[in-house]
């Protein structure tokens, strides 16, 4: 399976054929991402270095490593409005995986990335078999912090330092969820 669909969005596998779209969306909410995630080396805004990571991702899926989705509107053909992806897929005793997402500066404040989460979450726990997904947000993220929130992650605490965003080392609140939080 590579794509799931929601009631507002689905979520569907990225491609490198889907290079130019991440590529405009990127160049079109650079400074509105940038307080929000971790600096993007200088070929994540040029078509050759987007074509290469998207080949990256898929090697990833292929290899049961890593699920990178783009998030499209139903109601639009194929318009790319975002992105989330499992990441850091662990195996063996812990069937793990780091959730990250984000929307363009335009639909924001839809509820799409509420949805996107709920549909990843599902596809990590049916279709790659996950136990648990975990994400984390800068302290001041609180829209973010709702959304994990709605889609039924609980807070487990805050990572000092966690990841390294607008040029300095940021504390994140952790959140997670487990194929039990789901069924219970």
Partial sequence: MTSVRGERVFIRRLEPTDA??????????RDFFRPWEPTREESAYRLDGVTAELQISADLWDRDDGYVFGIFENDRDETL??????RNVARGAWQNATLGYWISETHNGKGYATEAVQLATRFAF??????????????HNIASQRVLEKAG??????????LRIDGRWQDHRMYAITIED???
């Fill in 20 to 29: 130019k779209q991440v590529l405009d969306l990127r160049l079109a909410n």
């Fill in 81 to 86: 409005v975002g992105g989330i992806a499992l």
């Fill in 126 to 139: 049916d279709h790659a078999h996950l136990h648990r997904v975990q994400a984390g947000t800068l302290l």
């Fill in 153 to 162: 992650y609980r807070f487990e605490g805050v990572s000092l330092r966690y």
């Fill in 182 to 184: 789901l069924e219970g």
